[in-house]
C-alpha cells in the first residue's frame, strides 16, 4: 500500500470514529428526553393516584422527581413540582417527627426499617429545598410552585 493509501486510510477511520462518536452522543441525549418524558407521564398519573403510594414508594420516587426538577421542560418541572407538594403534605410530618424522635430501644425492625427510609426521604428533601430557589429565578407558574412546595417543607 502506497503512504498516500495508507493516510487516506487513516484520514477515513479517523472521521468515521468521529461520526459514530457524533452519532452516539445524539442518541445519548434522545433517549435522555425521552425517559424524561416518560417519567413525567408516569408521574402526572400519579398524581390522580395519591391513594397507591406509600412511604417506601414515595423514597424510591424522590431521585426521580429531583432528575424532572433539572429538567430545562417546563412541564417536566411542573409536573414533579404538583407531586412533590402533596407527597410531602402527607409524608413530611411524618418524616420530620420519625427524624427528630430519639432513637427506639430494643429490636424493632419494621420501626428500624421506617426510619432509615425516613432518613433518606429527608436527605432527598433538603436536595430539594436548595433547588428551589433556582426556580423560584425562573418565573411563572414553576416560581409560584416552587414557592408553595418551599412553604410546606418549613412547616414539615
Known sequence: ???FMALCLIRY???????LWFCHQIFSREIIIIRMQVQADVISVLVEKMEILTLDLFSSLL?????L???KTERH???SLDLLLKLVAVFGPMIRSTVSAPPSVGVDLHAQQR???CNQCFMQLQKIHMILPILVRRGGLL????QELN????QC
Not at 151 to 154: A, F, I, K
Open 143 to 146: 416560581a409560584k410552585s416552587a
Open 115 to 117: 426510619r432509615e427510609c
Open 77 to 79: 418541572v411542573k409536573v
Open 1 to 3: 500500500m502506497s503512504p
Open 13 to 19: 477511520y479517523m472521521l468515521w470514529s468521529s461520526y
Open 69 to 71: 426538577l433539572d429538567s
Open 151 to 154: 412553604l410546606v417543607l418549613q
Open 63 to 67: 431521585p426521580v422527581l429531583i432528575g
